[in-house]
């Protein structure tokens, strides 16, 4: 593991849900201390820090994993890497209704208009964002969120899961920011779906405890013949879904990677599926008693669900339909 990890998994372990912790780490590590980079030949430890970051907490795990992505989409682009002292989110989502746009004027690029779904934004200093050109290009821009012209709003944030990871508007207003990469980059880069991946060993990892508790049941209960049969099928889910993700480490690694989107798409929605059977688990075996009685359990399966419905169940597999051609599977 990198120098920073065990940093990282000693703030996670005390997080309690609360983000302070993972942001203080953050701030004060390095980036040359950070995990490794996305196809950097160690993509499986990457991957595997990520989960056992969310095993301990997946609060800690929400609040880490954009930064890195952050730090490697930097790297990616040969870009300025972020400074000791800073805390990166990476607000790439679209919502219907809000605009960012980017102008080049004579001192620069700035951004003017609202995005949506910054997750944390009063909270960090800088954020790579995507917004469009007066030409319709989506560009990725660097920006500090602690500029005179960024105005962070007030969220009506009332989730239950991933209480403290608020994610709000942020407007701009003439903010001055920097472009990471040409038009299109972000989203073309393979690294972009390499980032996918790496919130899916998060999500894997934030179930091991809840099959952990499973497994505790069924050995107090061997009488119990359904929570068994149910463990035992987590288990079979959840090491499919681990096996997927070593795979998908091992092929970007080795640059075997035929189509980066059919890659990222299959193996998300194979750990999402576990995700789905984890939070099904839990519910059916262990019971209203240890969701509502055991604030870990319940904080973990809360967390787990808002953090895995960023996987569009339905939608993301017509796009991977729309990635396949005839002979996709062979052996």
Known sequence: ????????????????????????????????????LPGSGETKQRFRALARIAAADVTAARVLEPHLDAVAILAEAEARV??????WGVFAAEAP????????????????????????????????????????????????????????ESAQWVARGLAEVVSGPVDFDDSPARPVGEEGWY?????????????????WG???PVL?????????????????ARTGQLYRRLRDARLALEDAASRIDADD????AVLAHAVRGTVADAVVATLDAARDVLGPAALAFDEALARRCADLELYASQYHRGRDDVALAGHLSEGALSW
Do not use: N
């Not at 120098?3 to 993972?22: N, S």
């Open 257 to 260: 990677v035929l189509d980066a």
């Open 1 to 36: 593991m990198s120098p920073g990890f065990d940093d990282y998994l000693a703030a996670a372990v005390k997080c309690g849900g609360r983000v302070a912790p993972l942001l203080e780490v953050i701030r004060s590590t390095l980036p040359s201390s950070m995990l490794p």
């Open 206 to 208: 934030g179930c091991l």
């Open 212 to 228: 952990d508790a499973l497994v505790a049941r069924a050995r107090r209960r061997p009488d119990d013949a359904i929570a068994a």
């Open 82 to 87: 972020p400074d000791r002292g800073t805390a």
């Open 187 to 203: 989203l073309s880069r393979p690294g972009f779906r390499w980032g996918a991946i790496g919130v899916a060993a998060c999500w």
């Open 97 to 152: 209704g809000a605009a960012l746009v980017a102008h080049e004027e004579d001192e620069g690029w700035v951004l003017r208009g609202r995005k949506e779904w910054c997750s944390l934004a009063g909270q960090l200093t800088d954020a790579l964002v995507t917004a469009a050109t007066p030409e319709g290009d989506r560009v990725m821009f660097a920006v500090s969120l602690r500029g005179p012209r960024v105005r962070v």
